[in-house]
């Protein structure tokens, strides 16, 4: 649903990763490192009412940032926290992390929908 790659180990926790299209340079230089790139989800065991805790990562450019927050609260998802990685990147970086404790699938649903125009 989320696209990527997942990895499903004997475990409580699937986690699907994939790789944006961004293009980066960090202190002049292209890059192209999933330190960058990568969009992360994670999904717990379910509890007796088919809930988990649902987690995600991205990297956005700075002016996205507002779009992608609006889009996540008006799912209801809580967006957790937003800070930068690196110094002179260019254009500049923010990476956002979000969260909830919901139905795994409606949690992928909401994410997908709200990362959308990430393309």
Not at 19 to 47: C, K, W
Not at 62 to 90: D, F, M, P, Y
Request: glycine share 6%.
């Amino acid at each position: 649903m989320l696209g990527g790659e997942s990895e499903i180990e004997s475990g409580p926790v699937c986690f699907v990763m994939r790789l944006t299209n961004l293009r980066e340079t960090i202190l002049g230089r292209r890059t192209l490192s999933p330190l960058v790139r990568a969009q992360m989800f994670s999904f717990e065991s379910l509890d007796k009412s088919g809930r988990a805790l649902c987690l995600g990562e991205t990297a956005v450019h700075q002016n996205q940032v507002n779009r992608l927050i609006s889009n996540l609260r008006k799912r209801g998802i809580k967006v957790t926290a937003l800070h930068n990685h690196w110094l002179k990147e260019n254009p500049r970086l923010m990476y956002m992390h979000w969260e909830a404790i919901e139905n795994p699938i409606v949690f992928a649903r909401k994410t997908k929908e709200s990362i959308a125009f990430l393309g």
